[in-house]
């Protein structure tokens, strides 16, 4: 498909062209943190921060989302389905490992049986990705074979010296792209050349982060029960708060809890983001199954790295973004457990 | 007076009243039997004391839409159980000047030290009470919204 | 779920007349939950109950409100009809639809939908009540009586005379109080010494009964059956068994500066003394503040005169340590200061004394023994004007709001005196009404008019001056509407009464409820007059409001009569509704300990079992006994481990979401 | 009895008649009782009453010296002076004519008269 | 610095002085350390320097319920919780050795990133300079800008509690601003103000309870909010005041007993002053009710458990004035 290009200068124009029919969502930095937030003409974008403080899960899989209500009259209960409307909307400035997360999302959300509201959301979202220019030390996409360079989604986008290439991938892509291709030039070879070049020196760049080589060897769905009696959890989780910040701010963890608020007249039955570090996660009558943290840290890594990737093909449940690297409050993070299960400390 | 009368009738405020057994409780009573009106809008919740009364429960009575709640007490130096009023005047000092901060309108919160004798001023105080909440109208800042019908 | 049954009173026109109480049965019935719901024109007649009772059997109700008064007012009745039925009584919740409905608003429409709104609430209680079993405690039987006036020694000989013991504490060196400072006692005009004396000897003799006099209670901890409270003898620096009351002593001292309490300060006695003859116990006693052997060393003349070597010196306050099963409070009564009236001039002239003043110049006992003298000049008096209402009914913040009830009587009785004893005065009495309810009391009144001369004028004193040594009130008299100005000898004044200053801090130590005037509260005004609404506590005389004396004994019998009634029993039960701490979720932070104002919390150590994890915790543990179910501890457990049985968060807050609902 | 008046005192005199226990201490303590027609218990009483035209016509009013000697000793804080006061001010309101202009001022000036007095007055009744 | 501590604490274990040693761990990137626990044979992975940021007093309910005894770093301010902690009985003080460590403020690193600082592969201290290796290059930062907010209104140099401490030699790090200076600032805004700036704040709480978590206050084997029979458990912020009423609850319970840390700002992953809450608190306390600070004092009762016959009433906060 063809490659487009539009000025700096005049991305508000096409932010607004494409907020005309549709929400438009954009790393956008409000009371100092850079969310993905609807676009409007006021909005401070940050398409040059690496990441989202959240990742951009939330708008497929959002924090909290109606499921049913059940309403009281007397002594009588109706059940109302209300689950909250979903609009075509636009995603704009997505980085390319958390384009990768919607894969593994993906994995969970959509596979039998078909979670609906995750599928309308999905159907109609249109994932705009951004290449990244900057990397920080915390960034470990590539141990997961992404290239930050080459970001996938519906339409990937490179910021080249004041210039935003556009390149549409898919057809949800392309439909999008005709609706606001009157505001861009058709990009030439040279464009394709600067592209080509951006993403070289990024690549040189990558290749000099201290975790471009973290080694994954050993999780595997061979090693399971080997990985899963390490006496090492026990130095790994002993400092873990069980706060659930490196959850939140994961874009592949999918757990979510479903909880009914009585508000006095009626039920409201809704969903929400759950973290398998709370003491209550998975609380059943006779309690939790995993009573220690040691258990619940445990789960979470051997998750994301060995049951996931085991169940779907190899894929990891991590993508190396980083997050979880910078917001943990005692800065124990999945690369501190690769490195001591994993690499040369395997076997 | 009747001009506002009429605009303010389609607007009926909750209001919460917590009442120790003791004091404020009988001090309702009182005005009960001595036919001291205030407004239906209040509705009075007993509690052994004022101290019982945790912060938690204030807010709860926010969530779920009241527009005002008021605290009552016997007169400090007077608690049935010695000293519960003083603990719960530091406690409600703290929270109401915490809501205050946080933005909340305080004239939404009220303690008031009414003893069993003083049906009268039970009476005065809901009544006042009752028009500073009707002036301020509704309570937006502090309801949540899955609590509306 | 709970099954519930509802119960909506009429309580005739009282509920009915502003509350639609059909339509209240109609919407409570929907509620989820309640199975029954009935109205009812006195749910607390014999046949209201027995609705109830036959709705608990018929449908296994298994919680019941009522709509209906105040729970202070039938709570009780109901829960007993209830556990008559086989109901736990604290299944029972009452949702108070006159005394916070009815009786206050107006409007029919609004009423009914508050008291829906108030019976929701109730319901939502109910759902979450849980049966409550009342422990039991046993009772110390001896009581003690906190002051030694008419109605402290009352109340402690007839405790005594039902055989158990009873200890009087009286802060000043002799039992007696303000009664022995009467001259007279109206109606009959009985001298006061001669009927209150042998009482006073009697409590002295009665074995049962201790007196701790020149005492003061120190501390008061525990709860009813069972206080334990510390009462400090202060030092007299006479040994009281060895101080035969002879009275060389106080004849010698040399001293003479201090004012006698016991005359109203209108003459001097010694460092060491008696206050007055017939004292009990009859025995000297030494203040400090004027003894010259204590301030200097020096005299130590009362050593050298007694003849029994009960002088002591280096005597020290002593605490006794002592078990109660009941607390009378008998504190009396003080006349007010009038520093603020300058009108009457009181603290200016020295002829103008209070009424209490006057009873101690006219008794024989008293300064001028008998004699009536102008205390400025010591010369005969020849008008003599009586005012009333000296601080009483007063808003203006002066003095106090109430009436104290007997100054129209003695005004009448010293009126009568003074034209009795001497015919050529001529005695005014002003006053603004005449209140005389009381057997024989108006025509002790009439008859101060009518055969004494008694010039009683409808109107107030403005203000008292003097003029060449007399006295000028000048003053309103409203039936002839005229100013009047009197020359006189001496004024009157009947100065309010006040419980006496100590009654607060002693009331404080009991956790027993006082008003604003400082009078002691009762467990209810009407039927529960002689009690204090904290158990264990009862009232005996001015302490819980201004009487005369033959009110302040039969109160005092009535305040023993119900003492007896609690030393008589073996046990007492407990009240349930008290705090109760979830071990698994307490932190043994001891922030609960900190609040309770009973030391009703400790903390063990003890291996829970927390969803299968064993350790060893630190946890709170309260003493059932001991709490009195404030709940000031539930809202400073941070963890929400303490809760309080009756009043649960859960309770609360449901409570809280049905009238937001 | 007159209720407009009556009403339009108690508003102006912040006093409530009703908390009067007709003692007489007031008309016991007034130091102008025997200048004045009516007493300053009977104040209160013609106001509770209504019966304000015979106050307002009665030259009591005006010898009352307003040295609040009722009001600091009356025992039920009732203030008869200030319903006095009220009631002068009606007068006052009513004669429309007896408004002070300043151009009057020079031929009222007496010598003894302090300035102090003349600025009240024309405060007062230039309103 | 590490040196010294390493060096002691060797000393301790050898003379059986205690068997374990509470810490900070060595991190992937020079600033990302983890407390940990050393056995004698562990200790080359113990460090400290400026970004030794969590207070360890919280671990110590845990530590000192073991058998044997913990020597715990702790920094001065950390010492506040542990006194804290103590007076609350939640921490076994025969099992702890408490070796007091200076302080001469912790860094931060987000500030270090706001400084354009991107792909950092090592930091080092320097005097007072901070020197950072990037793949883009090297940088220079003087320490005092990235100092962590909390430590600009540093309680003191002193350690309220400790078996021992040790000395630095180097000058103690003092407060830079006035602590309430934020609090002061939003107590003078209009009422709809504040509202907003909370709103704008409070909105970015993911409930991910990190504040909870770390704060060594909230130290409940079960806080209410996780606990199903508190009728006010929640999982999420699924309403706005949900977002309020969690942190006015958790405000509250920790008032008269927050020590200040600042743990709770540090660790929020959405940047929420969530100390301001705390100290509104304080503040209020030390002006309602004389000026107290918890953890000075192991003997002091708290001022929400005791109280004044003629404190001032709730009215106050009406009767102060302010918008």
Sequence with gaps: MMMYKINVDRLPELYAKMAESRALYLPIEKNDQVEFHPWNADACVRLDKLNTAKSAKDLFFPQTENLMKFKMQGKNISIEENRDPVEPFVLFGVRACDVRSFDVLDKVFLADPVDTFYQSRRENGVVISMACHEPEETCFCHAFGIDAADPAGDISCWMVEGTLYWKPLTEKGQALTETVSALMEQAGDQDQAKVEESQKALHAVMEKLPLYDLDLTGFDGDHLLEKFNSEKWAKLSEACLGCGSCTFVCPTCQCYDIRDYDNGHGVQRYRCWDSCMYSDFTMMAHGTPRKTQLEKFRQRFMHKLVYFPSNNDGMYSCVGCGRCLTKCPISMNIVKVIKALGGENHA | MSLNEETKKEYKPLIVAFCCNWCSYAGADLAGSSRLTYPTDVKIIRVPCSCRVNPLFVLRAFQRGADGVIIAGCHPGDCHYTSGNYFARRRMTLLFSMLDYLGIERERTRVEWISAAEGVKFSTTMNEFAKTIHELGENKKLRDLRCEE | ?661 | ?127 | MTELIKAKVSELLANQTADRVLGWKKGEFFYDETPAVFQAEELDDLVYDGFSAPNLSKYLIKESKKEGKVIALLKPCDTYSFNQLIMEHRINRDNVYVVGVPCRGNLDINKIREKGIKGIQSIKEQGDELIIETIYGTKTLPREEVILDRCLCCKGSQHMVADEVIESGEPAWEAKADRFEMVTKLENMTSDERFAFWRGELSKCIRCNACRNVCPACSCLQCVFDDPASKVQAKSNADDFEENMFHIIRAFHVAGRCTDCGECSRVCPQGIPLHLLNRKFIKDIDTFYGEYQAGADIEAKGPLTEFNKDDVEPSIVKERGGK
């Design chain 4, 1 to 127: 009895m007159d209720k407009f008046l009556q009403e339009q005192i108690l508003r102006m005199s912040g006093v409530n008649t009703r908390k009067c226990m007709k003692c007489g201490k007031c008309s016991g303590t007034c130091p102008a009782y025997d200048e004045m027609e009516y007493h300053p218990h009977q104040f209160v009483a013609m106001v509770e009453s209504g019966d304000i035209d015979a106050l307002m016509q009665s030259n009591s009013i005006w010898t009352c010296l307003s040295c609040f000697a009722c009001v600091e000793r009356c025992p039920r804080s009732v203030e008869p002076a200030n319903l006095i006061e009220a009631v002068r001010l009606a007068v006052i309101r009513q004669q429309n004519a007896n408004h002070l202009k300043a151009q009057e001022i020079p031929e009222n000036l007496e010598e003894k008269l302090p300035q102090q007095a003349i600025v009240s007055a024309f405060r007062k009744y230039s309103k």
């Design chain 3, 1 to 661: 779920m709970q099954k519930i049954g509802v119960f909506i009173c009429h309580c005739g026109t009282n509920i009915a007349a502003t509350v639609d109480v059909e339509a209240v049965t109609e919407a409570i019935k929907n509620e989820p939950g309640v199975v029954y719901a009935a109205n009812y024109q006195y749910m607390c007649s014999e046949n209201g109950q027995a609705l109830i009772k036959n709705a608990i059997a018929e449908y296994g109700l298994t919680g019941v409100v009522v709509c209906s008064c105040s729970p202070r007012m039938h709570e009780a009745t109901f829960r007993k009809a209830a556990q008559e039925a086989g109901l736990n009584p604290y299944m029972v919740e009452i949702a108070n639809i006159r005394e916070h409905c009815s009786w206050i608003h107006k409007d029919k429409v609004e009423a009914t939908e508050k008291a829906i709104i108030l019976a929701r609430a109730a319901i939502a209680k109910v759902h979450l009540n849980a049966p409550l079993i009342s422990g039991q405690s046993d009772v110390t039987k001896r009581a003690l009586v906190i002051g030694g006036g008419i109605a402290g020694i009352q109340t402690a000989l007839d405790i005594a005379e039902a055989g158990f013991e009873v200890d009087i504490v009286e802060k000043s060196p002799t039992i007696g109080g303000k009664m022995a400072q009467l001259d007279k006692t109206f109606p009959t005009l009985d001298c006061a010494a001669c009927i209150l004396t042998p009482k006073m000897v009697d409590a002295k003799s009665n074995d049962k009964i201790t007196l701790y006099t020149y005492s003061e209670v120190e501390s008061v901890k525990g709860f009813v059956g069972n206080f334990e409270v510390s009462i400090r003898k202060k030092a007299r620096y006479v040994n009281t068994d060895l101080c035969t009351g002879c009275g060389e002593c106080t004849t010698k001292c040399p001293s003479r500066k201090a004012k006698s309490e016991f005359n109203m300060g209108l003459m001097n006695r010694g460092a060491i003394y008696i206050p007055f003859a017939q004292a009990i116990p009859n025995v000297a006693t030494i203040d400090p503040q004027y003894c010259i052997h204590m301030k200097t060393g020096k005299c130590g003349l009362c050593e050298k005169v007694c003849s029994a070597h009960a002088i002591d010196f280096k005597q020290q306050d002593e605490i006794v340590e002592q078990k109660y099963g009941a607390i009378v409070m008998a504190t009396g009564f003080n006349l007010i200061n009038l520093d603020q009236f300058d009108e009457f001039g009181y603290s200016k002239y020295p002829d103008v004394v209070t009424s209490l003043e006057f009873e101690r110049l006219m008794n024989a006992a008293g300064p001028t023994e008998g004699t009536l003298l102008r205390p400025s000049n010591h010369e005969h008096p020849h008008t003599l004007v009586f005012v009333q209402c000296v601080g009483s009914r007063d808003t203006s913040g002066c003095g106090k709001p109430y009436c104290s009830k007997i100054c129209c009587m003695y005004t009448a009785k010293h009126a009568m005196l003074v034209r009795d004893k001497y015919p050529d005065t001529e005695v005014y009495v002003f006053y603004i009404d005449v209140r005389t309810p009381g057997k024989n009391f108006d025509e002790f009144y009439r008859r101060a008019v009518e055969q004494y001369g008694v010039h009683y004028i409808k109107g107030m004193v403005g203000k008292v001056t003097d003029k060449d040594g007399k006295l000028i009130v000048q003053g309103s008299d409203l039936l002839e509407n005229k100013q009047l100005k009197i020359e006189a000898d001496m004024v009157v004044l009947a100065a309010a009464v006040e419980p006496d200053p100590s009654a607060r801090s002693v009331a404080s130590m009991l956790t027993a409820s006082i008003d604003t005037n400082d009078f002691m509260t009762e467990a209810h005004a009407k039927l529960r007059p002689v009690e204090s609404p904290t158990a264990g506590i009862f009232l005996s005389g001015m302490a819980q409001g201004p009487k005369d004396i033959p009110e302040t004994v039969s109160q005092a019998s009535a305040c023993a009569a119900k003492v007896i009634g609690l030393l008589a029993k073996d046990h007492l039960v407990n009240n349930p509704c008290v705090a109760q701490s979830n071990e698994l979720r307490c932190n043994g932070c001891s922030n609960c300990e900190k609040v309770c104002p009973y030391g009703a919390i400790s903390y063990i150590e003890k291996e829970v079992n927390d969803h299968g994890v064993r350790e060893v915790r630190r946890i709170a543990q309260v003493n059932e006994a001991v709490c009195q179910g404030c709940g000031a501890c539930t809202v400073t457990c941070p963890s929400g481990a303490m809760d309080l049985k009756g009043f649960s968060t859960n309770q609360i807050m449901a409570e809280v979401d049905a009238i937001c609902r």
